[in-house]
């Protein structure tokens, strides 16, 4: 039987943001017609429209569950121009339990990249968050220079455009029973 897995976000900004998933690579698709791109923000003129949090499902299919291997999933945030999102990865539920932060037990398997962009250097050289190790990585944008950090460093929290990137193994089971115990 297949698995879901739900990512939670969470952003306290003004403005709408969107979040690209990728399972293995591939965009996430419905019917594969329409990609899973998701907004995330508030203050929009409609209060109904305002998205505070945002799950994101991602299922485990019979077939990578089936053998052997590792996977990734990963959420681009991608900002509107003269923006700066500011999002959290909340949460990461698997087989019926959140894991938080709190937890540690996941953080391993999570990475954060922060495009460094003018904007976000500036936040770092103001101290406001912590600075990991540099990289320049292609995560589906082109080859560009990130800032890359584990889930502890800044608390899940990506700011302007990057993505967080998720590793599993398969078979879902034994490899949670691994990783918890």
Request: hydrophobic content about 35%; glycine content about 8%.
């Amino acid at each position: 039987m297949a698995e879901w897995l739900k990512f939670t976000f969470a952003t306290q900004d003004t403005y709408r943001s969107r979040i690209v998933q990728k399972v293995n690579g591939v965009v996430a698709s419905n019917d594969g017609e329409v990609d899973e791109n998701w907004y995330l923000g508030n203050g929009h003129d409609d209060a109904s429209m305002d998205r505070p949090t945002l799950d994101h499902y991602v299922q485990v299919t019979d077939d990578m569950d089936g053998s052997a291997g590792t996977h990734t999933v990963q959420f681009d945030l991608l900002a509107a121009d003269g923006t700066v999102p500011t999002v959290t990865l909340e949460s990461i539920h698997i087989e019926g339990v959140d894991y938080t932060l709190a937890d540690m037990i996941l953080a391993p398997q999570l990475k954060i990249y922060n495009h460094i962009d003018a904007e976000y250097q500036t936040i770092l050289d103001n101290g406001l968050l912590n600075e990991g190790s540099v990289v320049t990585q292609d995560l589906g944008y082109g080859s560009v220079s990130y800032n890359q950090c584990s889930w502890e460093d800044n608390m899940g929290l990506l700011c302007g455009t990057g993505s967080w990137v998720f590793t599993f193994d398969t078979p879902l089971e034994p490899w949670m029973r691994t990783t918890t115990s």
